[in-house]
């Protein structure tokens, strides 16, 4: 009898210990990861930094007009350099100031690290903040590059955030803001505008969310990642909003639940796209973009030659419209190639009975 008794107090003490175990575990879990939902709050260095970058003055404006925010990988040399080439190679616009800087964080590659710190030297316009860089850190990057503007750059009238894979027409962008009815406009923030998107549930697609993550039956409206536009007065609400909202792995979506919260209106604008051009080309296509989202590096090129050719074409449809007549041609073509018959499918059909 008093050995079952012994037994049986073992048996519930070590079940209890297990239990209290459990219960540890799991809170000391769900502190951790409550800890990487504000990992955005640390106090992270800028390792190759260019805090005089927005020292300068424009005719009008005394500071940078529009800062251009370029969001890169630290081995995205090439990238890089053909964006400094063409799209970023503009510092002026009516004579005022325009400034393309490229913001990275740390690669674990030596070499690549040695390079991007070679690059920066020559160039001058590179900043890396302490930490990973990889996909799932692109919210954390963009809060950075919040941080960066609000501590170093904040005279800025714009700021454009954008890919360093997109077409940007500096100009046209410039000439937008330039021209706006109430300039500043310092609470902007401007892009392709998106409504009532829903979750994706299935555990296999890209964008999968669960109900843990996001519990509500649509999305709150953002703007699309590749590029937007935020004025001054927006960029230090952002980041306010930032530093007291959770991080969400989908950068766009964080910025929208930010811009929620810091009351801002978010204003669509047709001309930044969302969509991915890809292989599809034609001048007058591109043209009527301010932004053109993941075009190919050759038509990249092709688009910048002929809009600096003296002969480049003249446009009666642009953007849109084009792209519209564009995707008929391209269906014209698909129910052609379907209803065209192969010329051996009479013989193929008759070797096909034996």
């Known amino acids: ?82 964006f400094r080439q063409t799209w970023g190679s503009r510092t002026q616009y009516k004579d005022e100031q325009i400034r393309t800087l490229f913001l990275a964080g740390r690669s674990p590659n030596f070499s690549v690290q040695f390079a991007l710190k ?13 930490f990973e860089d990889c996909y799932l850190n692109l919210t954390l990057k963009m809060v950075l590059a919040l941080r960066w503007t609000v501590r170093y750059c904040p005279n800025a009238l714009y700021i454009l955030k954008t890919d360093d894979d997109m077409i940007v027409r500096y100009d046209k962008l410039a000439e937008y803001l330039y021209n706006l009815p109430w300039k500043p406009m310092p609470r902007l923030y401007m892009g392709f505008l998106l409504v009532n998107k829903v979750p994706k549930r299935s555990k296999d ?14 999305f709150p409206t953002y703007i699309s990642g590749p590029a937007y536009v935020m004025g001054r007065g927006a960029v230090k609400g952002l980041y306010s909003s930032a530093l007291e909202t959770p991080l969400f792995k989908f950068e766009d979506l964080f910025m929208g639940i930010c811009a929620r919260k810091a009351n801002l209106t978010l204003s669509h604008n047709d001309e930044m796209p969302d969509r991915r051009m890809g292989d599809r080309y034609t001048y007058c296509l591109y043209d009527g973009f301010i932004t053109i989202h993941h075009a190919a590096v050759n038509l990249s090129l092709r688009y910048w030659e002929e809009l600096h050719s003296a002969q480049r074409p003249i446009c009666n449809i642009t953007g849109w419209e084009a792209l519209r007549i564009e995707r008929q041609k391209e269906r014209e073509k698909e129910r052609k190639e379907k209803k065209t018959p192969n010329p051996l499918g009479h013989y193929l059909k008759w070797f096909s009975m034996f």
Request: aromatic share 12%.
């Open 118 to 130: 070679a690059e920066n030297d020559k160039y001058e316009d590179i900043i890396q903040a302490d």
């Open 1 to 82: 009898m008093g050995f079952r008794r012994v037994k049986g107090v073992l048996t519930v003490t070590i079940l209890i210990s297990f239990a209290i175990f459990v219960i540890v575990e799991l809170t000391r879990s769900r502190s951790q990861e409550r800890k990487d939902l504000f990992l955005h709050k640390k106090s992270y260095n800028f390792t190759i930094n260019n805090p005089r970058a927005c020292h300068t003055a424009g005719r009008l404006h005394q500071g940078v007009f529009l800062l251009v925010i370029v969001v890169t990988q630290p081995q995205n040399f090439q990238q890089r350099s053909l």
């Open 205 to 218: 697609h890209k964008w999968y969310t669960s109900y843990e993550e996001w519990p509500e039956e649509h």
